[in-house]
Every structure is written in C-alpha cells, then in structure tokens.
C-alpha cells in the first residue's frame, strides 16, 4: 500500500508507521482519517495471515501528533448536519479500528500528543514517551468536545482524570500522563527508541495468539460479572493452553529451551531500533 500523509516500513512481524505530515505537527483531516482506516484494515489482515506481531506507531517531525486538523474543522461550518456527523463516525471508526488490531500497537511520543493525539495515545497498547513531551485532551480550549476519543481515552484515564482533563483542556506532562496511564514508560529524548525497541522485544517473546488473545480478553471482562467472568475466562485459559502455541510454550519452559516464535526470531535476527522518518 502506498500512501499521501503515512510511511510505513515493515522489518520482519514489526510494522513502523509514521504519520506524515509533519508541517502541521502531523494533525489528521478527512485524507489522513481515510488512510489510517485502511491501513488498520491491512493491518489486520497481515496479523490474520500471522505476518505481523507489532506495530509501532510514531509522528515525523517534532511533534507526534497535534490532533485533528483545526483548518479542516473550521470549514466544517459549511457542512450540513449530515455531513458532520459523516465524518465523526469516520473518525470514530479510525480509532475503533486501531484499538481493535489483533496485536500488539506501541505508541512513540514526541513533542506534543494532543486533542486527537491523545486519543491516539489511547487507542494503543502501550506507550513510551520524551520526558519533555507535552499532552491534553485540549478540544474545550478550541470550544469544541473531546467526543470521538472519550471512550478510548476514558478506558485508559478513568473518570476522575477526565473530569478535571476534558473540562479544563489543561496541557499536562508525560510523567502526568504516566500517573493516569495514558503512557507507560517515560524517558530522555535519546532514549525513547531504545524504549521504544524493549516494548518490541518484550512483545516478540511472547505467543502471537496468546498476545491478541490477552487483548481481546481485556475489554471483554471488563464487561462481565464475576460470574459471567469466570465462565469466559475458564474457557480461554482452557483453549489457550491445549493449543498448539500453548503446548509449545509450556514445553520450551520445561525443556529449558526458547519457544519456537522466538527461536524463529533469534536465527532471523534481533528486532532493530525503531525506524522513524526524523521529518
Ligand atoms: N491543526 C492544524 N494545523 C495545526 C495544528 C492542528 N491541530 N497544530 C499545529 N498546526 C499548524 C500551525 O497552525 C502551524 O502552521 P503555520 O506554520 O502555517 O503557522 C504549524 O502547524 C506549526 O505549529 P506551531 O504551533 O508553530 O508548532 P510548535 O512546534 O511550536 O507547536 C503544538 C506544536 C502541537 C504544541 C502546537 O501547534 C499546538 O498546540 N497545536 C494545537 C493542538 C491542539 O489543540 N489540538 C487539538 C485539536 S482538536
């Protein structure tokens, strides 16, 4: 796939994407929207066909992303009714199909994740960012509403940091974001690749199934009583572990031995450092 505003490079079972459009501090309008869609359902398939583990999702440039395109917004007042709503349901559909990847999305931040941004920091699984980076749900500072990312963004925060977060737009810094779980590891700026490659590394050593099967199985439960929960969550372990993936793990560890996934990566080679277009 080739696109206008994304770079991708694939090494391996890791996919790097980039978003690029680092003149407006890489903020997506209808075009940027459309093409993460379809690249998330690429990406879907590739991790259906077993081809891809991880994706790394990273901003060209200074800034990771500063959120929706304010220009494209501002001309949405000649959109009917209709139409708006046409394309908040795209985007609501872009992070939907993000969070929903069966495998493995690690976030790169630098500069500045932002309204939009933040939601992209969300809608991944984990996130490393620059101690300097800068985030906020900033929609009210613009008035407008961060909508479209609240249920992903409220998934990770919680209610309490959303209530003071989305009603004053405050900008807050990556150990903040660290504190309410938007980001999982913050470093210095030289850093943040090697950061970045661990969360890989981490992911690559274990069971491809068993990592999508464990995503999965968190928005799940979620849901259930503990009752519903236990039925659910007997039956995954169950399945997991007469799988083959499952039996394979099990005896690796008893055999003292890596398991095949990661044998297979080791006579490969080792992932590389992360391979983002400095912009
Ligand atoms: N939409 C459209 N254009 C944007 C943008 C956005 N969300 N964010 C930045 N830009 C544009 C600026 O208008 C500027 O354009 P210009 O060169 O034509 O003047 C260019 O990107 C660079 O922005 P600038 O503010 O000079 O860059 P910076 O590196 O000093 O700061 C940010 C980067 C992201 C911290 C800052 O641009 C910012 O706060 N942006 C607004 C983010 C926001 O509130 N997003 C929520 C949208 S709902």
């Known amino acids: 796939m080739s696109y206008e505003f994304l770079t991708t490079d694939r090494d391996g079972p890791v996919e790097y994407l980039t978003l690029n459009r680092p003149d407006v501090r890489n903020a997506f ?16 398939d590739a991790a259906a066909r077993g081809e891809l583990r991880a994706v790394v999702i990273a901003g060209a440039g200074k800034t990771f992303c500063a959120g929706a395109d304010v220009t494209w917004m501002s001309k949405t007042v000649h959109y009917t009714e209709e139409e ?12 939907a199909a993000i969070n929903e990847l069966p495998l493995a999305v690690i976030g790169r931040i630098q500069g500045a994740a932002l309204g939009g941004g933040a939601g992209l ?24 509403l961060p909508a479209v990312i609240s249920p992903f963004a409220l998934a990770k925060i919680g209610r309490s940091a959303a209530r003071e977060l989305f009603l004053t737009g405050a900008r807050f810094a990556a150990s903040r974001a660290k504190e309410i779980g938007l980001v ?23 069971g491809p199934e068993a990592v999508a099967a464990a995503k999965a199985l968190i ?20 399945t997991r572990r007469v799988s ?24 490969t080679k080792d992932t590389k450092d992360t391979k983002i277009q400095k912009g």
Do not use: Y
């Open 121 to 144: 920091a969300a809608v991944c699984d984990i996130v490393a960012a620059e101690d300097d980076a800068v985030f906020g749900f900033t929609e009210v500072k613009l008035g407008i």
């Open 184 to 206: 999982h590891t913050v470093v210095p700026p030289r850093e943040l690749d090697s950061a970045v490659a661990n969360h890989v590394k981490e992911i690559l050593s274990a």
């Open 84 to 95: 708006n709503l046409r394309d908040a349901l795209a985007m609501s559909h872009m992070f």
């Open 29 to 44: 309008n209808e075009h940027v929207i459309a093409e993460l869609t379809g690249w998330a359902a690429h990406t879907r």
């Open 219 to 238: 928005p799940h439960v979620w849901e259930l009583s503990l009752d519903e929960a236990r039925q659910v969550t007997a039956r995954a372990i169950a």
């Open 244 to 267: 083959p993936e499952g039996q394979e793990g099990l005896r690796a560890f008893l055999e003292k031995r890596p398991p095949g996934w990661s044998q297979r990566l080791l006579n």
